[in-house]
């Protein structure tokens, strides 16, 4: 009896040996945080810059939404998959720490091109190099972070969308104010280069699974396959419907924070400083409020059921439509702020519950590659075809609205976010029955 309770104690000591101390998760959380503002700062500055580059360069809304979104999602999709393998088997860390150098690094060549094709590489390079940021990181967490605590976890993480986004609408449009656009492309690339090293110093590599049940298969217990993976999430429909509807709201998400700036300049006059002053606040306001309150019911409601994940999102997302459509007619400013903070919380509480639901379709061994289907269904749709949707149909409505173009294109898409809600709607029927384990 005493060797048998010797035995387990051990057994429980190595247990909790393999998981990452209480205090340090924090900081790895921050760092990742951190990470992710430096991520969404990139990827967002070019919305509230779009206004001095069209003008310097004589770009079309097209050409600006191409640039916006397609240029960036083509290799950020693409390799998105690939990386997610290597990160299965090798340091996440390593990977993270090169990605984050790369995009920062293509973040700064933006600010010395001379053409919209140069500007249009650029953005490419910053997308091969972000290809390698979120994936990772997503499985990092759950690895620092048992089950019951993944969605706040996951939510925090994501305060890195509002807060970069702010930042890069911030420092955007105060830099480019100041001195030029180029400087402030610049500017952040080499702030987000010198943050690398200092990442890989800081971050160690946790063991996988640590916070799960022991794998009860060989398949498990290694290195899995990408056809495993995919094997895996094939027989899963509350997956794709996660990944669809994301990707449905992303549509709007993405394009609306390339879009609102020149929105806001060309439907209320305000010159490029009040814009990011005003549109910031709601970002950031808006955005962290929302994710964690997202997030928060995530944690309560969805381990004793799992649908709760999927349906959180669904109402808000039929909430926020109907705000948003109120917000892009008001014709008063104080009330627009009002009209947009509210769906703008609402438009981001998916991030805690619908990544959190992901991570708990596979094993630990899948949850990068799985990660990163998903991103590539959500980005490819939401960042490539969203902010181009957004301005090739604000040139085609040019004709008969002029400079309320903007305005109609967006009433227009405020579909997808119906589209969404629906497709969350019918994973939160499946996911009980999808969960691993």
């Known amino acids: ?18 998981r990452p101390a209480g205090s340090y998760r924090f900081f790895v959380l921050a760092m990742l945080i951190l990470v992710y503002t430096f991520n969404f700062i ?18 079309t809304d097209t050409q600006l939404g191409l640039m916006g979104g397609l240029a960036f999602a083509l290799f950020y999709t693409a390799l998105g998959i690939p990386i997610a393998w290597v990160a299965d088997r090798t340091s996440r860390t390593w990977i993270m720490t090169i990605a984050l150098t790369l995009w920062s690094g293509f973040t700064a060549l933006c600010g010395l091109a001379q053409s919209f094709w140069q500007l249009f590489l650029c953005r490419l390079g910053v997308g091969v190099g972000e290809a390698g940021g979120v994936a990772p990181s997503y499985s990092l967490i759950a690895d620092y972070f048992p089950p019951h605590e993944r969605a706040r976890a996951l939510g925090v993480y994501s305060f890195g969308i509002p807060v970069g986004s702010a930042l890069g609408i911030f420092l955007g449009g105060w ?24 990442f890989r110093l800081a971050v160690r590599e946790p063991r996988r699974g640590g916070f799960d049940a022991a794998p009860k298969t060989a398949a498990e217990a290694g290195h899995a396959s990408f056809g495993a993976a995919l094997r895996t999430l094939a027989a899963k429909p509350s997956f794709w419907a996660l990944s669809f509807g994301s990707a449905s709201c992303s549509i709007m998400g993405y ?13 209320y006059g305000l010159p490029l400083m009040d814009v990011s002053l005003f549109f910031g606040a709601i970002v950031l306001a808006g955005g962290v409020v929302g994710i964690w309150v997202g997030a928060w019911l995530g944690d309560r409601l969805g381990p004793g059921d799992p649908g709760a994940y999927a349906r959180i999102p ?41 990544i959190t639901a992901v991570q708990h379709l596979v094993a630990p061994n899948m949850r990068t590659t799985a990660s990163a289907i998903f991103l590539f269904i959500n980005n490819l749709i939401g960042i490539g075809f969203g902010t181009v949707f957004l301005g090739a149909l604000s040139d085609v409505l040019n004709a008969r609205f002029g400079e309320e173009s903007l305005r109609y294109a967006i ?27």
Do not use: N
Request: charge should be positive; charged fraction near 10%; glycine fraction near 8%.
């Open 255 to 267: 394009g609306l924070f390339f879009w609102l700036p020149s929105f806001f300049q060309r439907t």
């Open 1 to 18: 009896m005493k060797q048998s309770a010797h035995a387990a104690s051990l057994s429980e000591t190595g247990a909790e040996a393999a």
């Open 175 to 198: 830099i480019a104010s100041a001195i030029d656009w180029r400087t402030a492309f610049i500017a952040v690339g080499l702030m987000g280069v010198c943050l690398a090293p200092l």
């Open 42 to 59: 990139d990827r967002q500055i070019i919305g509230i810059l779009a206004g001095p580059i069209k003008a310097e360069l004589a770009l």
């Open 314 to 354: 669904a109402i808000a997302f039929v909430l926020a439509a109907p705000c948003y459509a109120a917000g892009v007619l008001s014709s008063w400013l104080p009330l627009t702020f009002v009209l947009f903070l509210v769906p703008q919380a609402l438009g981001l509480t998916w991030l805690g519950p619908i």
């Open 411 to 437: 009433l227009t898409g405020l579909v997808f976010y119906l589209v969404s809600a629906s497709l969350f709607w019918f994973a939160s029927k499946r996911l009980a029955r999808d969960w691993h384990r």
